[in-house]
């Protein structure tokens, strides 16, 4: 079965700090692929946030530079992402999925909300 399972969302305060997982079946893991971080808020479209490499090279988006960090573990077939200093602006429902993404694989997501 193909998926993608992310968790590791929550309620934080500004300043703080949380580490998403993104568990993906071995067939993802099979092949040379780019791993992504994707974020959806309220009223706004899907933006790709961070992504990484098979062999570990990132890509972060503007607003997240210097804040997050994206890593894989694929002896796991698990992918991470580090937030740090989260804004409230940061709130959203994040996702994983490949980069460029594919529609089947979307899953749940994992809830981030950053609030006093």
């Known amino acids: 079965q193909v998926q993608l399972v992310e968790s590791g969302g929550g309620l934080v305060q500004p300043g703080g700090s949380l580490r998403l997982s993104c568990a993906a079946s071995r067939i993802i893991y099979s092949i040379n692929n780019v791993m992504g971080w994707y974020r959806q808020a309220p009223g706004k479209q899907r933006e790709l946030v961070a992504a990484?490499?098979?062999?570990?090279?990132?890509n972060y988006a503007d607003s997240v530079k210097g804040r997050f960090t994206i890593s894989r573990d694929n002896a796991k077939n698990t992918v991470y992402l580090q937030m740090n200093s989260l804004k409230s602006e940061d709130t959203a429902v994040y996702y994983c999925n490949l980069d460029p993404p594919l529609r089947s694989y979307w899953g749940q997501g994992t809830q981030v909300t950053v609030s006093s």
């Open positions: 990484i490499t098979s062999g570990g090279i990132t």
